[in-house]
């Protein structure tokens, strides 16, 4: 585990393609940080955990940051209200029976459940940040980093440090309010004055800085979030709704599993299931063509989307609702084939499948070429990534890859190597 | 790194993985569940724990009535009602008599959740549930009539079989306030692990692998019978402790070996041993040695399972009844006054007991 | 760490590249290793067409080539040139771009048969598959051919016909994405016969050894009893006892002993030559390497068991379950990925999940 630590943080950051991608718009929706420190803060839990700011606000459940009274450990306090009418909500009760089973190092875990007055707090590990947000301060900081070389300022502390590295410090140092607060990221550095930061000197930073994360922290990520995959699948456990906003990371560059509220355990199919599962970007072509029952392979599809987006930054299908979903979708992968009718015609028993209005000019064999331009990978030097890819964005749940196959992926060989 | 027993371990075969062939099997994989950490007791263990409720609860009750009834009530009591009541408040509800009781309201959630038509999954989680509520908690502190439909609304929840709590109070005409109550103090006492390896899954693989390790030389549609009977004992069998003593395989192996000894020992014998299981020892080479006594150590455990299985602590009628009647004296100390008093009047038929009562046990 | 800055050196080398390299490689030459014993001597009065220094004067001088367009180079100049990244081949027209990792030594005078043996490597590493892959001997046979062709058209197909040559590589690239995991399979397969038979070679030498020193051996031990014989003859000589009679004794003792070591070393010859014992021994040898060198990634890190208790059938129809087969009927199903063999591979993992766990006998130990 540390040799794999270091070797992640001690990389050097190195400009990747000069290159952005068309949207710009950035997913700021979960910079929920520290000024909206919750007016109910200091109230005690059972009084055993002290609840500090508010992290967070879901459907059915509220986040604080905490502290354990005896031992000063940070934990995450998810509170439930508790339903008059039906009791404990079933949400709440899949998510503790599941996560109750899963103990691994991928994957967040649960110290307790506390049951005061009108409400059910669950106990969490504390961790730092999530995936996206992570990603949105690193960007941030390649956005600093830039403009700061290019006004020639020696400030060699922030230019010598990675981006990746320099936020993790910012957390440690407990700054990381500053960065993600700030209106204007770039005006806030410590900078000589006199130089004006113009709104087109700041586009031309913008254009030429990454939005990705650096290739070995991607494989690193994407390997921890396989193994926490794998491992709910190896308890026969689907997550269903892994997406960058639940994927938690601490200062030691590790990735968790979290949000366990829409997971639920499988054996037989049964065909109860909704179809509303996996937020609609990482959604997977079979649930989005109307398949009510699945297995692990809905998981591997949100991997595959997930992946991607922590290469280039930005989510891989970003669709508007559901139809231009299943377009996006589409248009990169490839319509379904003559060859997926013969070997299984997984599609043609879809409710949502409309052969006919369909476009089948991308037969979907380039694939790979589609995939290595919106990512800005070289067909060449990345070509296990795009393997790993394209096997994982599979339009045939069939032909995904499990999660242990994934493991088991080239791409991942010189993880391996140093683990074992 | 993680501070659970499984990754530390995980983590020091990594570490030896060249020197030695210490791997994670699935055999891990059921030790890592809460059913084996939480749920899974030797039955000296299990045993004290439940004597040892007993004993607390027997205590806490003795003072009790001491101090408020004896005291409140004082005038009233003449010293002959008096000792009747130390008597009879002295010797509690014992470890073996909660366990007769709670079997036989167990029993009753299965009832109960037949009548729903709930599947098996749901029926069985009831009734784990229910059982394991009471290994931590008295009869006296909660009677099990007033748990029944909260376990079974819980288990429907946990299992994701979904209904509403209108619906479900609807159905089993209960008042859904009374339901929900005692949800919450039902999941804390199940140490909000609601997971379990349940026996039907492993029953369908051993019907599947039986078929194949037998192939040829058994008929299928016989094989389905054996099935089926075997699924309706694996129901029956969580009105006994063997879920805590056993691991699932363990258990559904013994219900099949119940249902046709010599068909599944035949399985198990070509499957483990490939030699007749009778071979002296002398004559075998030492990986035979090695199956020989693993395969003598799974018969021991089944035949111990089945003994387990067997075992009933269904109380009969008049036990029941009796158990019950004392549990209802420790919640209103009162009927016991008024039954001893009605008693000393007849004076003749001690068993007579009011009606309702009655009713309520059978 | 050496790998991941590896990984991040060949990122910066893309970035430095034009637009995007179209020609793809999607082999590793890793067998470029070879002698420079290997290093013709005629070629002493070859001078580098790039800087012009000439073998004659320098003769450490080394040329490499790069499979991209086989131009011949000197060893500074590449450092020279490709160090900072890959960029074009200094050749006058040729427009291809090189990298500094891929050039190696040329082994063959004849560049042609260099370019063919390259080509010839690449394509068997991909086009891997073996007999029993086929289903007739006609299909391999086919395969064969078809292999040749793809050699033949790379190796001789130049920058001329282009566009034939990307045909070439598309098609051997679509192959390769189509058969990878069998490409995978194969090659490990390859490794492994490589690797049985020198280790079966090995073992033989030491066998063919230990009997030779047997029969040495044996030829001395002849030595020392003829000697011994000799004294006991004259030893029984001396005690006067009949010549003849003693004779016949030390004969008949010397025949049954010489019978018997021949015995002995027929016996020993059986054992050394016998397939139990090598059978045996490479039995243990691939039971070492599926311990130790073909760990699965898993999620315990590669810890994980791999014999199952259980084997799913092949032909999973043989399985009589009315249920699961109905439910591989229905479209629904079918649509969302069912498959009926991974439920019954789900099934029998249950029914052996905790099979190893007494529980109360672990129960107390933990006690």
Redesign the interface.
Known sequence: MS?RD???S???Q?????SVSSSSSFNTTNNNNSTTAANNADEEIDGKYKQLEKLGKGTYATVYTGINKKTGQLVALKEIKLDQEEGTPSTAIREISLMKELK?ENIVRLYDVIHTEEKLTLVFEKMDNDLRKYMDLVYKERLKMQQQNSQQVTNEASSAVPPEVSVLRNIINGSEGNNVSGETPISSITGPPTIDSSASNERMYTANVSKGL???LVKFFAFQLI?GT??CH?N?ILHRDLKPQNLLINKNLQLKLGDFGLARAF???V?SFSSDVVTLWYRSI??L?G?????T?IDTWSIGCIIAEMISGVPLFKGANEDDQILKIFQLIGYPRERDLVN????I??PKYNGKIWDFANSG?DT?HALANTLKL????D?LTL?LLVKLLQL???R?LTT?EA??HPY?N?L????? | MSSTKTSDK??K??DN??FT???????D???NSTQ?SAW????E?LNEIRVELANKTRLRYQQKIESYFMEEEAETLNDEEKEAIKLEFSLGISAEEQLQIVTLYTQKVQVFCTKLKLPSEVVATSMLFFKKFYITNSVIDLHPKNLIFTCIFLACKSENHFISAETFAAKVKQDKQKILENEFRLLESLKFSLMN?HLF?????????I??VL?GKID?NY??TVYEKSKKMLINSYLSDAF???????I?LTALIMEDEQLILKYLELKFLGFDPETSSDSLTESQKISKNMYD?LMK?VSSCKTDIKTSFLPDRDTAWKIDARIHYFIDPSAFVKRFRAQKETASDITEEPDQKKQKVE | ?S???A??E??????LTEP??ET???YSDDDSDVDSENENDDMRDIVCPICKTSRYLSPDMKFLVNPECYHKICESCVDRIFTLGPTKCPYENCNKILRKLKFKRQIFDNIEIEKEIDVRNKVYKIMNKFLEDFETREDYDKFLEDREDVIFELSNLDSNNETQLEEVEKKLM?YE?MN?RLIQENNQKMKSQEMKQSDMESVQQTLQKERLALLKKMEEQNIEDNQSYKQKIIAELSKGTDKNKIIANVKMEIKLKKSSQRRKLEELNKVLKSNSYTHNHFNKMQDANE??AD????????????H????V?EDYD????PF?SN?SKV?????????EK???D???????????????E???QA?
Do not use: C
């Not at chain 2, 062939?21 to 055999?27: G, H, L, P």
């Not at chain 2, 805590?244 to 363990?250: D, F």
């Not at chain 3, 060949?10 to 970035?15: A, P, R």
């Not at chain 3, 479209?331 to 498959?339: L, S, T």
């Open positions: 040799t270091s070797q992640a001690n990389e050097r190195v400009p990747r393609n000069p691994h650096d290739p070995s193994n794998n491992y190896e026969k054996g037989l199919p065909s079979d649930v063509l398949s009510k029952s699945y297995f392979s299984s015609g997984w599609y028993n879809l064999l790979i070289n067909l060449e030097t070509f393997d045939d749940p069939l995904r242990l493991l088991e991942f010189d391996r190597r140093s683990t074992i | 995980a983590a075969t990594a993985i060249l062939n210490q791997r994670v099997t699935d055999d994989i059921y030790r084996f899974s007791f030797t039955k263990s390896h899954k492993p029953l369908h693989g051993f019907y599947l692998d078929q194949s192939q299928k094989l389905g805590y003593y056993y691991s699932p395989p363990h559904t150590k455990t | 760490m790998e991941a800055i990984l991040t060949n990122i910066e080398q893309i970035d995007k390299t793809i490689k999607l679509k994405q990878k311990e130790f760990v699965p990634f898993t999620p315990f890190n590669g810890d994980r068991e791999l199952k208790k259980y084997k059938l043989f399985y009589y379950d699961i439910l479209p629904k199903y079918i649509a969302n990925g069912f498959n991974n439920i019954y789900k099934l029998l993992n249950e029914a052996f999940l905790g099979f190893g766990v007494f529980v109360e672990e129960k107390k006690n």
